[in-house]
Every structure is written in structure tokens, then in C-alpha cells.
């Protein structure tokens, strides 16, 4: 079903497109939201991406891979607010998303020190883009490895590579959240 309401999105159905933003518009603003830190922001990457899919949807060449493409225009956008944006203000987990998804090995561990939202608000905030970025996809979203591979546009070995360097960059920075 989402396969014909691409293809007759990428012929200029706009029908067809608006109910393929209507599916797709509270997951494309919760990654943006994980990613960018405030709301304002989210809403208008969330906007921009579909303006932006919208124009470039004919280019799209194979309908099956329509969310990974999806995902790669969202990143773009977010990447590119934060640009405009300049030095980054706030990043804030949606509170759903912290509680689900994000564990350390330190949180993991009943003996050990528990790290509350706003610590952990200020240890995300920390990070590159690029590791938010790679940790929105693989634990907010819960996107797999070759998912992300796709929206990134590299191969699963570096999606790898990368998600377990930005876990153990969120550790180090959890870590200066404990108190000594």
C-alpha cells in the first residue's frame, strides 16, 4: 500500500503525498525533536524535510527505500537548522524516548548511581550532532544497523563502528554528570 502512494506521490499526487506526511509526520518530528533539543526547531526541520521530499520525490528511484530517504532529508534538515542556528542552545529528550531506549551500562546496573532526565539532558547535549544524530536513529527511533546505513549513507560496518563510539561518548559524558 505505501509502495502505490509513493509511486503516485513521485507522479504529483499531492493526495497521495499528504497521506504519506500524515503516516509519517510524528515519527519524522520525534527524531527531529530527539535530535534538535526544542520544539521550534523540530517543527520547522519537520516542515522543511517534507517540503524538501516533496520537491526531490521524483528523483526518488526505488519507492521501497522511501523511509531510509525519508530519514537521510530529515537529518539533512536537522543538520542544516542547527547550522543556521549556530552553537547548539538545548537538547532535551522527549521524556518518552529517555526512558525507553537510552541505557548506559552504569544505568543498567541497580547498584549503581542513577543519572535523572536533566543530567542526562546536559550529557546528550554534549555530544556531536553526529552521535545524536546515530543514537536518535538506533534507540529513539529504533531503527536497525542497515536502516541507519541507508539514511546515512554508510555501510552497517561503520554504523557500528560509530553507534559504539557515540555510546561510550555518552557514557563519558554521563559520567561528568555523577557526583564525585
Known sequence: ??????????RGDRAAYDVLVRRKVESVYRTARTILGNEADAQDATQEAFVAAWRHLPRLRDPERFDAWLGRIVVNACRQTLRHRGAVRE???????GERHFTTPAAADPGSSVIDALSFDRAFERLSVDDRVILTLHHADGRGLDEIGDILGIPTGTVKSRLLRARRALERSLDRERPS
Open 91 to 97: 537538547i532535551a529528550m522527549p521524556e518518552d524516548a
Open 1 to 10: 500500500m505505501e509502495r502505490e502512494l509513493v509511486e503516485a506521490a513521485r
